[in-house]
């Protein structure tokens, strides 16, 4: 695995940048396309924002990705052009001194930079006029000058006008061109005072200037000349020492007046990164070998080993202000990390849900067996039925399902060379260029040949004639395998998504994505789709909108009714095409749709408004639909604060106009304010405005411990702001009819009530208000009175949590809880309907965690219902309706208990979890709901071994929740 990728980043990343114009085919403008909630490529680039709030990374998934430090989670995806290999590929990334702008370039359409306002995440210009593609930009320390690089051999600097409105106030225009190298020009990086630029190119050489006023001219101080190529070059911010690093690990160190003062030579690889700290102490080096070394600037020499050890250092970044913490990002899987260079210690990791799958079993039909792991060639632990559109989350028998073929009695297959492939007495080679290596092979019927590669996937005869390729995505094959039948060929790429194809006509018909959570969604090529409870977020059509604007996103469930159509998948995949199955044309279902979507306009508040005093924010916006709105809300922190009534309704023209303009009493330190807007065809969400309590704080230093002072103004504010809990807690274990009874359903509701009681008024809540029903005290009666109870105390600053363990059941359609007094031939009269309980939970003005435990079959491996709940809780988590859920099993699984637990395997986890601190990954005391989540995910599985797996579905509009403290006792 090291081997490859220090191949993808050392031969290939320079291959490709010796290639001149790219021509950017004419493609459709939509694409479907897997969003795995982080980067799943190479990333290129990884910096802080000013305050280290923030970082900021490009990577040649084609995606600019925004996340939090301080939560650990991703803020928003910023998506460039949908492009066949290369082109939309990030390179390049800068951010502005004063955090507005963030310039991105690469392989992007006519060499294009991309200027974003970092607040709006909108572009406001495109600035054009290199010949090839841009390899690094950089800012000047005023802001006012941007310097960019390129495979054209040279350097160009750009003017930045000033932002009013979040747009230039004129256009942004080239001022001064460098042409001087004659190979890429791979770095530059200017000085702090803007006197100085260096350069670094393929050509051998760096390059000193001095730049004169206004940048009207670049002087050469100094030409630094060697035989190997120079990848990266910095300077430090006092003007004395230029640093500059080469393909094969030797870094020079030179003074600007031209003397070299020493060579180290610690590192070995491509050198990936250099950079110097904001006080000049401090050099940090990385490289291609996984290296990371520090150095002391006063003697050049390296400072205590860091213990910090990587696959492949891509790139890596000092925070602002700090030589003692640093961000990183290493290997093909887009994995970020901030280190502690101190302690060596990781403290933060920004990663997608995404895994590739690595072998591929077949059994009779289309039930495939898959390994998802982040251990390559582990045994199978999923099975996928293409046939019923199932997941079953382990695997009891291996044996029963068949590795592709490499040998027969007549053809046997061997691997060469990384291009060639021995074929009986036929021999079958890969273009080196168009096809890349040779990953993966088999037999398929009549002793076809398939071969997996690089960027390829090829049917050919025995005797080396080729059949048929496959329109597959340009990524990297890792299994491939032939149905029993030979009617389709399976196939699994490094991009994390397996792909089902016809055998004989090579059509796509099916793609499917596993995340790491067990969440997974199957699709066609237009877009029909099925999927568990929290898969549908995982993809969304993309829509290019060509040079100087990014590409709009748009999630599948903002038209559900029209995609999620399973039934239709189904007869895709039976038919073994589309053709037949549709009348309209799926571009033009998707621009109606597009059409008759909710447009939201902002007017207050501004992009994040701070409130000094009062703690009230007016909310102004206009929205427009072609078709009446069904629902119209305001969220705070994903939670409804305002419904807007009918008669907010104007007309004009032929659209519907809905004013909001209300005034919101803001109760949380930060609070993400956006709109929700749905009609009777689609839905939008829109983006958040943030706001915030306090001053504006225009400087602060690194902290990565969080301390309150820095999260709250004062001591007072903090008790303030401590929500209450408001905890309505069911089990039924004893039923009216005892044939239904349960073990531990009362107990979990006990220990669940009893956890949090001993969360009252500590470090995280305040005060905690329980309602407890348990066996026949819940009737359904008593429990539609809890949801109730909920509904009349909970405030927008609290947590309002809903624990329910019994029986759940499905009929005609509808979910139900079964209470205590269910009569199971009237269950539309006596059972507890999920809609009403549902109803209930999204029209909570507080923060709502539910836990549902209602697929309970009693004692481990008794068989007691499988009633499946996942449309329920999709719904339920959607971002109209905003409930956390937590739910005991997934799909039609069972929930078990056992007496050596004593409670149900879900209870047992959230009591160790946050009772006992074993979910407590950051040590801060505090259990968030993504660290309670991959705790009892973990430990769910660990005790039913393998037999239940919890899932945890959370709608978009929430990044984070608090779950608990750990008590200390």
Known sequence: ???????????????????????????????????????????????????????????????????????????????????????????????????????????????????????????????????????????????????????????????????????????????????????????IDFSSDGTRLVTCSFDGTVRLYSMAVSMSNARVVKVWETSERFTNVDISSDNKYVVAGQSKGKVYIWNTNGSEITTLNDTKGFISSLAFSDDDRKLMITD???????????????????????????????????????????????????WDLKSGKKIREFHGVGLPNQRIGMQNGLSVALSISEKARKPYNKVFSFDSLDMILSVENQQVFSMPTIKNESLSLTK???????????????????????????????????????????????????????????????????????????????????????????????????????????????????ASAGGEKYIGWLKNNGVGRLASFYKVSFARDTYHKPELLKKIIANGTIVGLLEDQNNEVFDEVIYEQPIVEWISPAMNMFLDTAHVVNVMANITSKIPLDVLKILVNGRPAYISPKENLKTESDEFLYVIDEQLTITSQVSNIQIFAANSSTSFTSDAREVSLGRERKKSKMDLDFDLDEMFNSVENQRSLKPNIYLLSIGVSEYRDNTLNLTYADKDAIAVSDLYQKQQEGE?????????????????????????????????????????????????????IIPHDVDLNNVNETAVSWADCSQLMASLPSQVLLYVDACNSGQLGTDISHSDNTESIRKLSSDENGVVVMSAATGKESSLESPSW???????????????????????????????????????????????????????????????????K
């Open 416 to 530: 060469t060379s990384n291009y060639s492939l021995e074929a009986g007495l036929t021999t079958i080679k890969n273009d080196k260029n168009r096809d890349k290596s040779i990953e993966v092979y088999c037999i398929g019927i009549n002793n076809d040949i398939i071969v997996g590669s690089g960027v390829s996937l090829k049917r050919y005869n025995s005797e080396g004639v080729l059949l048929k390729e496959y329109n597959t995505a340009s990524s990297s094959k890792n299994a491939i395998n032939v149905s029993k039948d030979g009617k389709y060929l399976i196939s699994s790429s490094a991009n994390q998504i397996t792909e089902l194809w016809n055998y004989e006509s090579g059509e796509l018909l099916a793609s499917l994505f596993v995340s790491n959570t067990n969440d997974w969604v199957c699709w066609s090529p237009k877009g029909y789709y099925q």
């Open 288 to 338: 291609s070998k996984g290296d990371l070394f520090l150095y002391d600037t006063d003697v050049w020499l390296k400072s205590k080993d860091t213990g910090i050890s990587e696959g492949s250092f891509s790139t890596a970044s000092f925070a602002n202000g700090s030589s003692n913490y640093c961000v990183t990002s290493s290997g093909s899987d887009g994995i970020i990390k901030i």
């Open 902 to 968: 004593g409670h149900g395997a879900f209870t047992s986890a959230i009591l160790e979890g946050v009772l006992q601190g074993k979910a407590d990954y950051s040590g801060d005391n505090r259990i968030t709901l993504r660290e309670l989540d991959l705790y009892v995910a973990t430990k769910v599985e660990e005790l039913t071994k393998g037999k239940q797996h919890p899932t945890t579905q959370k709608p978009s509009t929430i990044s984070t929740m608090t779950v608990g403290e750990k008590v200390m």
């Open 1 to 187: 695995m090291k081997k490859k990728q220090l191949f993808t980043f050392c031969i290939l990343l320079l291959y490709s940048l010796f290639f001149s114009n790219f021509l950017f085919a004419q493609e459709s403008s939509m694409n479907l396309v897997i969003d795995p909630q982080g980067h799943s490529g190479l990333v290129r680039k990884v910096i802080f924002t000013a305050e280290n709030k923030k970082i900021v990374s490009v990577s040649e998934d084609k995606t600019i990705r925004i996340w939090d430090v301080k939560s650990n989670t991703l803020l928003k995806t910023l998506w460039g052009e949908h492009k066949k290999g290369k082109e939309g590929r990030y390179n390049a990334l800068a951010l502005s001194p004063d955090n507005r702008l963030m310039a991105v370039g690469g392989y992007l359409p006519n060499n294009e930079i991309r200027i974003i306002n970092l607040n709006t995440g909108k572009q406001i210009a495109s600035l054009l006029g290199h010949d090839n593609i841009v390899s690094d930009l950089k800012f000047s320390a005023d802001g006012m000058w941007l310097g960019s690089s390129s495979a054209d051999q040279s350097v160009r600097i750009w003017y930045m006008p000033v932002i009013k409105n979040e747009v230039f106030e004129e256009e942004p225009f080239e001022k001064l061109l460098i042409p001087e190298h004659t190979d890429i020009v791979y770095n």
């Open 764 to 816: 995280v809540f305040n005060k905690v208000n329980v309602k407890q029903l348990t066996n026949d005290k819940a009737v359904k009666g008593e429990i539609l009175s809890g949801f109730e109870w909920l509904s009349k105390n909970a405030r927008s600053n609290d947590l309002a949590i809903v624990f329910i363990a019994s029986h759940g059941l499905n009929k005609d359609n509808n979910f139900y």
